[in-house]
Each structure stands twice: as C-alpha cells, then as structure tokens.
Nanobody, 128 residues
Framework: QVQLVESGGGLVQAGGSLRLSCAAS????????MGWFRQAPGKKREFVAT????????YYADSVKGRFTISRDNAKNTVYLQMSSLKPEDTAVYYC?????????????????????WGQGTQVTVSS
C-alpha cells in the first residue's frame, strides 16, 4: 500500500521560509519522479515543482522559480520543498505526488492527472 505523508506546513509571515517534507512508503522510491502541487481555496490544483530520479532533473512553475527548491533523498524515501521569500499568494494546501519514471516527460511532468499517488496535503499559510 503506497503512502505519501507530507509535513512541515504552517503559518509564516511574508518573506519567511518553510521546508516541506514528503515521506513515501510502499513503493520503490528510486524509480519514481516526485512532484509538488498546491491548491488554494476556490482554485484548481496547480503544478509547483518536480524532480526526476536525480538532482539534475528539477523543474519549477514560473511563479516559484528562484524561490523554491525541490530535492530528494533516496536513502530516506523523502522529497523536500524548500520555500523561501514566501508571499501571501503562496498560501495553499501543498500536495506531494509520484509518477513512475517511465512516464515522466516534458508533457506529463506538470499535469496532476498523470501522477500515480498523492499525499493528503499540508497547509501553508503566508500572512502579509
């Protein structure tokens, strides 16, 4: 049974930082690309960042590029999202998701329906 458990969310002031973690179990972590998405109230779930099997394959939404960093630790089956210079518009529930590497392409990496498993989400609130 695949489980993805996010942690690290919370309330932070604008300009602050948070690090989200997503621990995976029940799958062979090293053959899955990992992604972060977010969903604000009344809005669609949107792509934030994704990482392929190695640290060299990272991709970001334009809205977070230069402020967020995605990384993974295959020994710990964990993916991270370091968020800096946070803005009120970053407020959302953040979800991690996994996609088998064989289906990870420039066309699929940013599309939520193409991911195989999802976590329950963690709330990030940025106050102004």
């Amino acid at each position: 049974q695949v489980q993805l458990v996010e942690s690290g969310g919370g309330l932070v002031q604008a300009g602050g930082s948070l690090r989200l973690s997503c621990a995976a179990s029940g799958l062979t972590f090293s053959v899955y690309a990992m992604g972060w998405f977010r969903q604000a109230p009344g809005k669609k779930r949107e792509f934030v960042a994704t990482i392929s099997l190695s640290a060299t394959g990272t991709y970001y939404a334009d809205s977070v590029k230069g402020r967020f960093t995605i990384s993974r630790d295959n020994a710990k089956n964990t993916v991270y999202l370091q968020m800096s210079s946070l803005k009120p518009e970053d407020t959302a529930v953040y979800y991690c998701a996994v996609m088998h590497i064989l289906r990870f392409t420039p066309a699929t990496m940013w599309q939520a329906p193409t991911y195989d498993y999802w976590g329950q989400g963690t709330q990030v609130t940025v106050s102004s």
